[in-house]
């Protein structure tokens, strides 16, 4: 059974663009949740969707923003990036029940 | 909103002796509190979880204690190796599922020989 897949693995960006990063579950998840981690706030959560709404939502700016498509991929937007944006962005899917939640590699955004 | 607490920031302990990691939490709604171990470059993984509905579990090496009342719960080590040198975070949710985790800030765990 494939893992949670996230793309691109690493990007660069120059402040004031805009960047989107995807996630694709476990086949049979319905659920994403979105975690930004760095170093000096750890992992905090940014959002969550499950069958295609936004069930959850963390304490992040407007700039971020989340979709989900049909087969349950997630995609994840951040604009007008900042220095501070500069972090690891995980994923992590679910079945949404009382199952637990299996993260991707994660997408190391860099911000210039 | 929901608070996690997590202490030893960094622990040291030598192969075979036994580490444990302790966490506090503010919201006594909070009922599901997993664990996971991140290795340098690697993703979180799940180590153990348990309930509000538990106050112990336990898979081979690795038990999770939750008081309900103290709002804390606690991951233990036991037999220690090599390769459970990690960073440990503890995470709490209110909604019973692994959906909108609140994170510890983590500890990180060196075992030495």
């Known amino acids: 059974k494939a893992g949670v897949t996230q793309t691109p693995r690493y990007l660069i960006k120059t402040r004031g663009q805009q960047v989107t990063l995807s996630c694709s579950p476990i086949s049979g998840h319905r659920s994403v949740s979105w975690y930004q981690q760095t170093p000096g706030q750890g992992l905090q959560f940014l959002f969550e969707y499950f069958s295609e709404t936004q069930r959850n939502k963390g304490n992040f700016p407007g700039r971020f923003s989340g979709r989900q498509f049909s087969n349950s991929r997630s995609e994840m937007n951040v604009s007008t990036l900042e220095l501070g944006d500069s972090a690891l962005y995980l994923c992590a899917s679910s079945t949404g029940a009382y199952t637990e939640a299996f993260f991707g590699q994660g997408t190391r955004l860099t911000v210039v | 909103g929901e608070n996690v607490e997590q202490h030893p920031s960094t622990l040291s302990v030598q192969e075979g002796d036994s580490a444990v990691i302790k966490c506090t939490y503010s919201?006594?709604?909070?009922?599901?509190f997993p664990w996971y171990k991140q290795e340098l470059g690697k993703r979180p993984q799940l180590i153990i979880d348990?309930?509000?509905?538990?106050g112990e579990k336990k898979d081979q090496r690795i038990a999770v204690t939750l008081n309900k009342t103290a709002k804390h719960f606690s991951l233990h080590i036991t037999e220690t190796q090599p390769e459970d040198s990690a960073v440990y975070f503890c995470?709490?949710?209110?909604?019973?599922?692994?959906?909108?985790?609140?994170f510890g800030t983590g500890t990180r765990l060196q075992v030495t020989l």
């Open positions: 348990i309930r509000s509905n538990v």
């Open positions: 995470a709490a949710s209110k909604s019973g599922t692994a959906s909108k985790l609140t």
């Open positions: 919201d006594s709604a909070s009922n599901y």
